[in-house]
């Protein structure tokens, strides 16, 4: 019986060590679980972090850069107060890093003195007075110390996309030390937000966002339509039977619309008005064969036989063997940016591959331009002295508040040849808006 006893003591002795080396074992497999979500916590953070510095480093270069051609009070207090934010997000930015022993001080420094010298100049505006040749250069060196600390946002992304970055090996290069600038760099998120940093594709139209935000001026009024009736349409528009085209989807949103396929094309039409508002062909796109004027030529060709005889190029964009031309309503003399239709033409067929009318429905009305206007020439005053103006037009551009103003668009190069369009407005004279043309083998970016 003492044997049996001993024996069960020992057999439960060996099943608690054994189930608290589980326990233990389990607890560490625990801990260590939740130390490495904590440890990753953090890291996205730190890389939320960057992501935000290295956008807001950008926005500053590109607001430094519309700052040298601003002219006149509105624009200037416009740049002022974007520059104020930008680099007091940055600050912001720049404190969640894990920099306590890297001496930052420049760097805080020079994100102070971009937002205070920037509404300097806008108060002597204000004032009546002009910006003088050298707070001119002032800007200038700031635009090229931001391009230099650009330089080093790029070079240290590498060492993150490589994995070969570290904030303990970094440190050091992070602090700006005397006239020599060293900067942060910022990992990407993902591919949607690394888009938010690079200048648009012109194609897409120098206003695109605000084009596509407002309430429909085509379909809101409009009469509803049945399927069978948006089916006619679609067959219309493609040129082909209504019984070789099938059902596919509705879309919602601010442009609700039937969904129809045909091969491989997917057409939509809207459920109010009736109006195509997109097509896409998914066909493969072999080797360029057509050129960009014949592309033009084919693009305008299909505007005017689809019902859209008053439209005008005025940019276009090469990618994957499809050239995108931007297409802006325009009437008597006066073009509506807002009204914008993109067609896409295969380089090697010839053959329409994607026709998008969006802007189109969203922005187009009957509008009752005012004639009581500046002269080209009275606006043309307001442009800075800094540039030399190419040509110029009546232009309408939508406002970010979802209006429109009524311009006088000037097309214009500074001393080193770079292009800039500065859009004066009709009543005021002031400017209301600058945007930079960058140029690539793509086609023409602004910013």
């Known amino acids: 019986m003492e044997k049996k006893m001993k024996r069960r003591s020992y057999v439960r002795v060996v099943s608690f060590v054994a189930v608290l080396a589980a326990v233990l074992v389990a607890a560490a497999i625990s801990g260590s679980v939740r130390a490495s979500k904590y440890k990753r916590q953090i890291v996205l953070s730190q890389q939320r972090a960057l992501t935000e510095l290295d956008g807001r480093l950008r926005e500053i270069g590109t607001s430094l850069k519309k700052g040298v051609y601003s002219n006149t009070p509105p624009m200037l207090t416009g740049m002022a107060s974007e520059l104020s934010r930008e680099t007091l997000a940055a600050k912001s930015s720049l404190s969640v890093l894990p920099l306590e022993n890297t001496n930052l001080e420049n760097t805080y420094k020079f994100l102070s003195q971009v937002g205070d010298f920037t509404e300097s100049l806008n108060r002597k505006v204000v004032s009546g007075e002009n910006i003088s040749d050298e707070e001119r250069e002032k800007l200038y060196s700031l635009i090229t110390f931001c391009d230099e600390l650009s330089g080093e946002v790029s070079n240290i992304r590498a060492d993150m996309f490589g994995g070969n970055f570290s904030f303990s090996q970094k440190s050091n290069e992070l602090a700006l030390t005397g006239e020599k600038t060293e900067y942060l760099a910022s990992d990407m998120e993902d591919a949607q937000q690394s888009l938010s940093d690079y200048p648009t594709l012109i194609y897409d139209g120098p206003f695109s966002d605000h084009i596509m935000s407002a309430q429909p001026k085509m379909t809101s009024d409009a009469k509803e339509i049945s399927k069978e009736n948006a089916l006619d349409t679609a067959a219309a528009f493609l040129g082909c039977d209504k019984k070789e085209i099938s059902f596919s989807s509705e879309e919602s949103g601010n442009v609700p619309a039937y969904c129809f396929s045909h091969k491989n094309k997917t057409i939509a039409v809207t459920k109010n008005g009736g109006y195509v508002l997109y097509m896409l062909d998914s066909s493969f796109v072999g080797e360029a064969k057509l050129k960009t004027a014949g592309a033009l030529k084919k ?40 009204d914008l239709v993109k067609v896409g033409v295969n380089l090697e067929t010839g053959e329409v591959m994607t026709f998008d009318a969006k802007g189109y429905i969203m922005n187009h009305t009957e509008r009752n331009l005012n004639s009581d206007i500046l002269s080209q020439a009275d606006a043309q005053k307001s442009v800075s002295g800094l540039l030399t103006v190419l040509d110029s037009k009546r232009a309408v551009i939508p406002t970010k508040s979802k209006g429109e103003k009524d311009c006088w668009e000037f097309h214009c190069t500074d001393k080193d040849g770079k292009e800039v369009l500065v859009y004066i407005d009709t009543k005021t004279g002031y400017e209301d808006d600058i945007l930079l043309l960058l140029y690539s083998d793509g086609g023409i970016l602004t910013k």
């Open 299 to 338: 693009a305008s060709e299909f505007l005017s036989s689809h019902g859209y005889p008053d439209m005008k190029e005025s940019y276009y964009s090469t990618s994957d063997g499809v050239c995108t031309v931007n297409y802006a309503y325009r009437k008597d003399g006066v073009t509506y940016y807002p």
